[in-house]
């Protein structure tokens, strides 16, 4: 089909559009499979009637919130229209005394949470690339931080949705208030399905009140066992930390600014609430930290408190990386917490042998670990080779119980790992549901799992 014709229609159905220059189209490209036309609706019934055009005339049509993670999963079959949220990008209603609200899928974390903020709320997910990242693109790739440790995932935090299917057609799912019943919880299918079942365009969220007050301690324990066993140890008592984070020493060097902490293997956990709750917690925390053979004990309050957190929140991004260092291709593995040692091991082992670097850092509760892998220059070709076989050793160990994603990283490395992993006896299930949402193959063709 002539692009001209393509223009021609999201002309006639988007206020505002305009062809894209060539330079535009090739920095929406997706893994270099550039498409034909950038468009941006500022509706719902905008994007729907853009999105049931494509799927008439044919066109493949790639969702795109803020970019930040375009690199994921495999690169799309056919990418004709890319269809940025960027103008759905409203907080539609918020009511405070029901600690709801309901935002357009468009609206990066970093907005959401300072409108929210104004009215002493906040959602307590809290994904990498908050600053420039969607709502919606966090929801698609169901990407957390560390405050599922407290909280959950997203699929715990929505309520309610708004979604434009492979046909254009805008169904809901769910409401707007927590106490809902309205049959099978479909919203929980569009979380993580990669914007293959249909594109969300508003969101219906469970908020929580902003803490009084927050802190953190780090102790410096003798090694990952110890860490581990210590982190335990914190788990099976009465104290409920917000977070509990492993991490490599290098790394708690990125997160934690300036003098005064014992390197060691580092623990960090963190509280917050009410001022009282937290520093009995804390104290709690640290008597448990020296019991457990800590060599020294770090508290963290106030900006310093605050610039960890964010730091914490960033990292898995791979866009926190040593002075001097490139790359930042990042792994994610969700694991049981008593298997997180055995991967901490397993990677530093490999990569000691690499002309590499990788940073850890894991929610130890879930069992969820991040791991960011650098070098002094960009990765080539000839790198990829110890890379690959690093990726699928993890792997291997991950998936005997877990899953093991590969998030940021270059089509090449791609496509010699695959960036999804074992399907687990599940693609049938999968492309029963991709047939019966899209049919047509419409929506981010061939980015998920086995291609789908």
């Not at 690169?75 to 907080?91: C, E, F, H, Q, Y």
């Not at 599940?426 to 291609?451: A, C, I, S, W």
């Amino acid at each position: 089909m002539a692009d001209e014709a393509l223009h021609s229609r999201l002309g006639s159905l988007v206020e505002g559009y305009a062809p894209a220059s060539s330079e535009t189209l090739a920095a929406h490209a997706v893994d270099g499979v550039v498409p034909s036309a950038v468009v941006a609706p500022d509706s719902v019934e905008s994007l729907s009637a853009t999105v049931k055009m494509a799927s008439e005339q044919g066109y493949a049509v790639i969702p795109r919130g803020g970019g930040t993670k375009m690199d994921f999963g495999h690169p799309p079959v056919r990418a004709d229209i890319v269809v940025s949220l960027a103008r759905m990008n409203r907080i539609v209603s918020h009511e405070p005394a029901d600690q709801t609200a309901t935002a357009e899928a468009g609206i990066t974390m970093a907005r959401l949470q300072a409108g929210l903020g104004e009215r002493g709320q906040y959602l307590p997910l809290d994904p990498p690339h908050g600053d420039a990242g969607t709502l919606g693109g966090a929801l698609a790739t169901n990407v957390s931080g560390v405050l599922r440790t407290s909280f959950g995932t997203a699929r715990d935090m929505v309520i309610g949705v708004r979604v434009v299917q492979a046909d254009g057609t805008i169904v809901k799912s769910g409401g707007r208030v927590v106490k809902n019943v309205a049959g099978y919880d479909l919203n929980k299918l569009y979380i993580g399905s990669f914007g293959t079942l249909g594109i969300l365009a508003e969101v219906n969220l469970k908020l929580q009140p902003l803490p009084a007050a927050g802190k953190m301690i780090i102790g410096s324990m003798p090694g990952v066992s110890a860490a581990a066993e210590c982190a335990f140890r914190v788990m099976d008592s009465e104290i409920m930390p917000s977070f509990l984070e492993l991490v490599d020493p290098e790394t708690l060097s990125l997160l934690v600014r300036g003098d005064g902490v014992d390197r060691g293997f580092p623990l960090i956990a963190g509280m917050f609430g009410p001022e009282e709750t937290v520093d009995w917690q804390i104290g709690e925390c640290e008597r448990i930290l020296r019991e457990a053979g800590a060599a020294g004990v770090t508290r963290l309050d106030g900006d310093a408190y605050r610039q960890a957190l964010e730091s914490m929140q960033s990292f898995p991004g791979g866009r926190l990386l040593p002075q001097g260092m490139q790359s930042g291709i990042t792994c994610r593995a969700s694991v049981t917490p008593d298997e997180v040692e055995a991967l901490y091991r397993l990677a530093e082992e490999r990569c000691g042998r690499l002309p590499f670097g990788c940073g850890m850092l894991s929610h130890f509760a879930s069992g969820h670990v991040a791991f960011v892998f650098y070098g002094e220059r960009p990765f080539r070709d000839a790198d990829y080779d110890g890379l690959a076989d690093l990726i699928k050793a993890l792997r291997t160990a991950a998936e005997q119980q877990g899953a093991f994603v590969v998030e940021h990283a270059s089509a090449a490395l791609k496509e010699r790992v695959g960036p999804w992993g074992s399907s687990r006896g599940n693609q049938h299930l999968m492309e029963m549901l991709k047939y019966r949402f899209d049919p047509k193959g419409t929506l981010n063709p061939g980015r998920f799992v086995d291609g789908i």
